[in-house]
């Protein structure tokens, strides 16, 4: 199913998003954000995060939102110092329940 993925980021950085064990998405955010289209599952699924600020050791938060035909199936932001790591749970959409 595709799902709409949405990436805002508090400073330049580069940011790796993986589902499954595979990357969706891998990019450097000069602009500090980033709107693409992704295949997940309908049954949702655990999006890992990772990035690394543009400075080493600059504090910064990386906002994460999904969604699908208007729903929002998962939001949220990290924060860390320089480099972060988190995980976003997707929700399962509409079609799937």
């Known amino acids: 199913m595709e799902i709409d993925l949405m990436i805002e980021s508090s400073t330049p950085c580069r940011v790796e998003i993986m589902s499954a064990n595979s990357p ?6 000069g602009s500090t954000a980033a709107k693409t289209t ?4 309908k049954a ?5 995060v990772r990035a690394i600020a543009k400075e080493p050791g600059q504090r910064f938060a990386v906002r ?4 699908h035909d208007g ?27």
């Not at 992704?38 to 599952?41: F, G, T």
């Not at 729903?71 to 799937?96: H, Q, R």
Request: glycine fraction near 16%.
């Open 64 to 67: 994460v939102k999904t969604g």
């Open 71 to 97: 729903s929002e199936l998962g939001d949220t932001t990290f924060w860390g110092d320089g480099e972060l790591a988190g995980v976003l749970p997707v929700s399962a959409t509409k079609e799937a329940k």
């Open 44 to 48: 949702g699924t655990d999006l890992v």
């Open 38 to 41: 992704v295949q997940l599952p």
């Open 24 to 29: 969706i998405f891998s990019e450097g955010l």
